[in-house]
């Protein structure tokens, strides 16, 4: 056997749960919306969008709002709200000349308040 052999976990399918495989195979969605699952999760990969959905959180605020309380470029914000409206995380509302944002819905808040809770714990 070669040393690097001895180190790999085998399974010799001695014990195959099949009531638990076909629960979750009768549970496990598409793949589609596994694949849009993956996505969402990853715009969550980003520090920067991370600050703005938690200033969100907190109150709605405008571009130079968010751009003056994170210390980045008004583009850079712009840019990160794109792809955060893209992900349906944030909403909008024009004043006049003036774009509010706000956390698109409960699930959001949920999202962040639980991320929190687990790293927290």
Do not use: W
């Not at 399974?11 to 993956?38: F, G, Q, R, S, W």
């Not at 980003?46 to 405008?62: G, H, N, P, Q, V």
Request: aromatic residues 8%; negative net charge; contains cysteine.
């Amino acid at each position: 056997m070669i040393e690097s052999e001895k180190n790999i976990e085998k399974c010799d399918y001695l014990c195959i749960h099949e009531d638990n495989i076909n629960t979750v195979k009768e549970t496990m969605p598409n793949d589609e919306t596994l694949y849009d699952l993956a996505e969402l999760f990853k715009v969550f990969g980003d520090s920067t969008r991370i600050k703005i959905l938690y200033a969100l959180f907190e109150a709605e605020l405008c571009v130079c709002d968010i751009s003056q309380l994170l210390n980045v470029s008004q583009t850079a914000v712009s840019h990160q709200l794109r792809i955060l409206k893209t992900n349906k995380l944030v909403k909008f509302r024009k004043e006049g000349k003036n774009v509010y944002y706000s956390l698109a819905d409960d699930h959001v808040c949920s999202i962040i308040n639980q991320g929190l809770d687990h790293i927290n714990e």
